[in-house]
């Protein structure tokens, strides 16, 4: 579920990480203590121990037991433990689920055709993980429905924070994927996984209404300012819709109510003038995208026919692309329908796909991706239902998507962790709409 972290550096030596670690670990049991229900306090914990294990890289990336790894004991310890102790199983019957089962079975389906069961086990381990976290922050919000756990997982995200400025001040930097400058990424392994934490952080703290207006806008530009100097493109790309959409609904909603529209209308122009200038900041770095986006057919084609600029076009993307997509059209007929097998691509590929839609193809074939896309499908349509803060949740469901377009955050534990999240939170805010819907029908009925 990782890379080596050999390829990777610089790391904190253990006389930073540990004593850091333990002051770190005295705010979780405060929030832990306050987050309202069992379910609450098993989301702050579960992230803050991912979040932490990151920069124990050089320990938790090492097999500990049976060949696995530090960090994928972990993830399984927290999903078994979630699973026994804090979700109710009869919410694992919630519809919405549906199409993240059919995904387990077509992994499952498609790793025992292939001949090679651990990768379907593989795989639904990491989506039992993304269930676990779905259900937790949806029973916490059932129990909370203005979402004041929210407020306390923020600190779930302080250890990022925390290493991300120790990485500033002990000048430890690490050298971009591009290799065009420096990034800062508090000693994790990578800016991918990094800057997609930073991203879940920065949509936490989105949702926490409850917490004091200082403290939740100091937040909120301390992860904005964490995923700018972690410098990776796609998470900075997928995350101009959020951020956008909270500059919005944040003026809107700051006024009274009778002075919302025009307000709303003075917020679009200036997220569109802010959007302006940072597309003229950031202009040399997305010109290959614009360059593939303007042809895109163009770049996907045999690998061997690229020459050596289109190599280089967006960390050479196209071509990783290109290469799945035409080592599955060079399958069988039934690979075709259900893939070469989940994580098949290890020991094949030097690389990962680098996108979620080519490698679940090439993994899950076309009936893959059906379930990708229902399972994307049905949560943006639950966003659409949603009742408050709609806009917001529209805008992190689109993040998410441009999110996979570029990396794979459903094969990093980190974009997990997001998408559990904001499902949970989307679920819980559709189905509060319905059942006030049914509520408020009922009592028209009996006045009637």
Request: charged content about 10%; proline content about 4%; hydrophobic content about 60%.
């Amino acid at each position: 579920m990782t890379a080596g972290a050999q390829s990777f550096g610089p790391a904190f030596g253990l006389g930073v990480l540990l004593p850091v670690t333990a002051l770190l670990l005295v705010a979780l049991v405060v929030a832990a203590r306050r987050a309202g229900s069992m379910a609450g306090a098993f989301v702050v914990v579960a992230l803050w121990m991912r979040y932490t294990a990151g920069a124990y890289h050089l320990y938790m990336f090492q097999p500990l037991a049976g060949g696995l790894s530090g960090n994928a004991l972990l993830s399984i310890g927290v999903t078994g433990f979630g699973l026994l102790f804090v979700v109710r199983p009869a919410n694992l019957a919630l519809k919405w689920l549906l199409p993240v089962y059919a995904l387990v079975a077509l992994a499952l389906v498609s790793a025992a055709l292939n001949g090679d069961p651990t990768g379907g086990i593989n795989a639904g381990v990491k989506y039992a993980y993304m269930i676990v976290i779905m259900l937790a922050v949806f029973q916490a919000l059932r129990v909370d429905p203005e979402a004041r756990f929210m407020t306390w997982a923020m600190v779930a995200f302080l250890p990022l924070i925390v290493f991300q400025f120790l990485s500033l001040a002990l000048n430890l930097p690490k050298g971009s994927e591009a290799g065009d400058g420096l990034v800062w990424i508090g000693g994790y392994n990578h800016e991918a996984a990094f800057s997609v934490a930073m991203m879940t952080g920065f949509m936490v703290g989105c949702f926490a209404r409850s917490a004091p207006r200082g403290v939740r806008l100091a937040f909120l530009a301390a992860t904005l300012i964490g995923i700018l100097l972690a410098g990776y493109r796609t998470t900075i790309l997928a995350f101009a819709p959020l951020a956008l959409a909270v500059f919005l609904s944040g003026l809107t909603m700051s006024v009274r109510r009778d002075q919302r529209a025009p307000m709303a209308v003075t917020a679009m122009v200036g997220g569109l003038l802010i959007a302006s200038v940072a597309a003229l900041f950031y202009r040399e770095s997305f010109a290959d995208l614009a360059a593939f986006l303007s042809d895109p057919a163009a770049l996907i084609k045999p690998p061997r026919d690229f020459d050596l600029l289109e190599r280089q076009v967006m960390s050479g993307r196209p071509l990783i692309w290109s290469s799945y997509i035409y080592a599955w059209a060079d399958g069988t007929p039934l690979q075709h329908l259900i893939g070469l097998g989940p994580e098949s691509w290890e020991g094949v590929f030097k690389v990962y796909p680098h996108n979620t839609v080519v490698a679940t193809l090439y993994e899950l074939g076309w009936l893959g991706l059906a379930a990708i896309a229902a399972l994307w499908t049905t949560m943006f349509a639950a966003a659409v239902m949603a009742r408050g803060e709609r806009l917001k949740l529209i805008a992190a469901h689109f993040a998410f998507f441009l999110l996979n377009m570029a990396t794979m955050p459903f094969w990093q534990v980190e974009g997990l962790a997001f998408y559990g999240l904001l499902c949970g939170y989307t679920v819980h805010a559709a189905r509060r709409r319905s059942e006030l819907g049914a509520a408020a029908a009922a009592v028209r009925a009996q006045t009637a």
